[in-house]
């Protein structure tokens, strides 16, 4: 069923500085919520018609009128080029349940697919999503689900436009409230009297947020390689040299030399590993003796064997593992298996290594809104399935969103809707494999994306899948054959500095007080009495759970 809505500007919309997090994915209302903004550009009539729907296909209007009165619309909406626009509606379908998207029809006839949802009977459930306006021009709107059978109800439209300025402001606001905490810090003599004018120095040692790159076994034979990334990086996945296909090219002959050899440089560099993966779900990323005539006994046994070789290996080692690779585009161990073998291999991993984080790890789910396999809708019926699975249901679990960019503007309505959308489940979200597409705007695109990542609050680690040119990284560069910067790694280096602290240098006031903001993380401060030269130094740590720290620092004079 398809209904389409058709709206107009009416002046300049409600201001909206502010970002509206609100989403329901962990239950359906009994009444739609408000509409977000006010609705924003969209006037909603008190008329209680349904003026300017039209159907498409075999779809039927109907008008209904909820106990709440709610409104119907009959407006044309145009889109400003350069703005970003937050969309969401109340919906619910008339039987069962069904996968409900929002679709924005441009006069090019370019369909784009703003976001969706599991809509049910009986109750009402936000769906979020929206768009960026690459030129001016007028949209229509529509909803559908693939059951043309069912009526969508729809209630509570709002479409919000904001400005690139408005929209970082969400972001500068989002990190100031979830990376950093307010510090009190006062330096005192041995008797506890306050120390004034003594010069305070604050250096943080180590940030708390997981900012990461993936490396491969080129890293084992460059000095220049190694250098460049223990530099800057302390969080790593390995691209390729913990993959089945790389560790058991031959069946029954393991080889995990190179892959022990990575996790050593790793080790001996202070840099937390995350294990990608255990098996992939693509019949084509399996070893060359797995393939599509492999019997399921012999797989079984083949996997389980598998299994419990890496991940018994490596147990206690790693933060994290991708334990089954994209299984929402593929099931190759689900058609030999049964429909429960991922749910049974997250089972068994986490037996294995029980301290460890287990992930789905997916594309498209946040980077491209028009695939449908890994809508994000798609995504939680997958998670809810594995956690739903005998002895998962206090599974560690983890949501990965590999995040592979393309080369053109990225939808950051669609994937701030994304993360908070399955960010209320409560589950942790790391972006896993971040990258962009090669294009005159790679370096500016793939700061928003990382900007956008970075300050929502659902996100607790970031790892891209990009490097130097001598590594074979050809798509995004960070570094040329020489390790000198391309505009990306410039991005890189710049925000590795803006989201750390410091270094500061500070005086106490009369009181021996100072009060500062500081990222998460580790630190030391040095307190000096400029009177007697005597000096102390400690370290201390700053944590999301403690937004308002206090840090003493005693000087011995």
């Given amino acids: 069923m398809f209904l389409l809505i058709m709206f107009s500007v009416t002046g300049d919309g409600t201001s909206a500085s502010a970002y ?124 559908e689900s693939k059951n043309t059978l069912v009526e969508i109800w729809v209630d509570n439209v709002s479409l919000q436009p904001f400005t690139k300025e408005e929209w970082k402001s969400h972001q500068d606001k989002s990190i100031i409230e979830g990376r950093k905490s307010k510090v009190r810090l006062q330096v005192t003599q041995a008797n506890k009297a306050p120390l004034t004018g003594a010069k305070v120095s604050i250096k943080q040692t180590k940030s708390d947020f997981p900012f990461g790159c993936c490396m491969n076994h080129n890293i084992l034979t460059s000095t220049d390689y190694q250098n460049w990334f223990a530099s800057r990086f302390r ?17 029954g002959q393991e080889n995990y030399t190179i892959a022990d050899g990575m996790v050593k440089f790793s080790k001996e560099n202070g840099i937390s590993i995350r294990g990608h993966n255990v098996f992939w779900d693509d019949p084509k990323m399996q070893p060359g003796w797995v393939n599509s005539t492999i019997s399921p006994e012999k797989l079984r046994t083949a996997s389980a064997q598998r299994i419990n070789s890496v991940v018994s290996r490596y147990s206690g080692q790693l933060i994290a593992w991708d334990v089954m690779n994209e299984n929402l585009h593929f099931q190759f161990f689900e058609d030999k298996l049964g429909e429960n073998a991922s749910a049974a291999f997250y089972y068994t991993a ?63 309505a669609y994937m701030r809707s994304v993360l908070d959308f399955l960010g209320a489940t409560g589950y942790p979200i790391w972006l896993t494999e971040v990258s962009v597409g ?120």
Avoid at 235 to 251: C, G, L, R, V
Avoid at 490 to 508: F, H, N, Q, R, Y
């Fill in 235 to 251: 969080y790593t996945t390995f691209t390729n040299e913990m993959k089945w296909y790389s560790t058991e090219k031959i069946e």
């Fill in 350 to 412: 986490q037996q294995l290594d029980p301290g460890t984080m287990m992930f789905m790890n997916e594309y498209n789910t946040m980077e491209y809104s028009g695939d449908e396999a890994s809508s994000p809708a798609n995504y939680k019926k997958k998670l809810e399935e594995i956690l739903s699975y005998p002895g998962n249901a206090n599974l560690t679990a983890g949501i990965g969103l590999q995040g592979h960019f393309g080369s053109g503007q990225p939808n950051l």
């Fill in 438 to 557: 090669v294009g005159p705007y790679q370096a500016q695109y793939l700061e928003e994306v990382l900007r956008e990542g970075y300050s929502h609050p659902a996100v607790q680690g970031i790892i891209m899948f990009v490097g130097p040119i001598t590594a074979g990284f050809n798509e995004t560069t960070l570094v040329d054959k020489n390790f000198n910067n391309t505009p990306s790694g410039d991005v890189v280096d710049k925000l590795i500095a803006e989201w750390k602290t410091g270094p500061l240098e500070m005086t106490t006031d009369d009181q021996g007080f100072i009060d500062v903001s500081l990222f998460h993380g580790d630190y030391e401060v040095t307190a000096e009495d400029n009177v007697t030269n005597s000096s102390a130094t400690l370290s201390f740590k700053v944590t999301k759970d403690e937004p308002q720290a206090f840090v003493q620092v005693q000087i011995d004079t």
């Fill in 20 to 143: 509206n997090y609100t989403t329901t994915t962990k239950k359906c209302l009994k009444e739609p919520l408000e509409a977000l903004y006010g609705g924003g550009i969209i006037v909603n009539p008190v008329n209680h018609n349904i003026e300017g729907w039209k159907a498409f296909g075999q779809g039927k209007i109907k008008e209904r009128i909820s106990k709440t009165a709610s409104n119907s619309f009959s407006q044309k909406v145009q889109v400003e080029q350069g703005k970003i626009y937050t969309f969401s509606a109340s919906v619910q379908v008339s039987e069962g349940s069904e996968i409900v998207a929002v679709v924005f029809k441009f006069p090019t006839g370019e369909n784009i697919r703003g976001g969706d949802v599991v809509a049910e009977h009986g109750c009402w459930t936000l769906l979020k999503g929206g768009i960026v306006a690459n030129f001016t021009s007028l949209v229509e709107i529509f909803f």
